[in-house]
């Protein structure tokens, strides 16, 4: 294989590790929240906790695996990002667009999203209180992770470096059409112009 397509298949893999592993957790945040929660409602305290601990020794793994994967994967691409974003603007492209404090804030968000993830499957003293009320912290933690969602979608429209040499590109060419038509038009300005044919009356 060429090492142009396995690089390609590299940074392909790293992406869709992040966007299957952010499916899985917040996925199963809003089943927790709109489907199972309400739904055990109608059971009782002894019958929910049994329910419960069932589904965290089910759980707990795909929530650890999620979160690590997410991590190893979301830092990987930013760090080989911001490697190839060196390249634009002279490498002043992530100081104008305020990307590293986005991130900043994106990675901070996702911390929250992690430890409430993990309270919330755990069985630990110090996250009890996140479990005696399940309701209001899934409702948090999917607001966490809406929010991330949200900058992420705003950082990938901030990866526009390459393009510039395209709109660049596009604006040499429009200006070259430009140049030949005012070229064209002085060509015809200063042509001499055609004489009318004479009438009929001239030439009696």
């Known amino acids: 294989m060429q090492p142009e397509f396995l690089s390609q298949l590299y940074l392909a893999g790293l992406r869709w590790a992040h966007i299957l592993a952010a499916m899985v957790a917040v996925g199963g945040l809003f089943y927790a929240r709109f489907g199972l929660l309400p739904a055990m409602q109608v059971l009782d305290e002894e ?12 759980w707990l793994p795909w929530v650890i695996g999620s979160i690590t994967l997410l991590l190893v994967s979301g830092l990987s691409n930013f760090l080989l ?28 968000l996702a911390l ?40 992420s979608g705003w950082m990938r429209g901030l990866h526009v470096g390459p393009n510039r040499v395209l709109d660049e590109s596009a604006d040499g060419v429009q200006l070259e059409v430009v140049e030949a038509t005012e070229t064209t038009e002085s060509a015809a300005a200063t042509e001499p112009a055609e004489e009318a044919p004479e009438s009929a009356a001239d030439t009696e």
Request: hydrophobic share 50%; charged share 25%.
């Open 81 to 108: 990002f911001n490697e190839a974003a060196k390249a634009w603007e002279d490498g002043t492209w992530m100081k104008e667009t305020s990307y590293h404090a986005l991130f900043g804030v994106k990675f901070l």
């Open 47 to 58: 019958s929910r906790e049994k329910l419960h601990d069932g589904i965290r020794k089910r």
């Open 112 to 151: 929250g999203v992690f430890y409430f993830a993990s309270g919330l499957v755990g069985r630990g003293e110090g996250t009890a209180w996140m479990r005696a009320n399940r309701g209001k912290w899934l409702s948090v933690t999917i607001l966490l992770a809406v929010a991330i969602v949200m900058l």
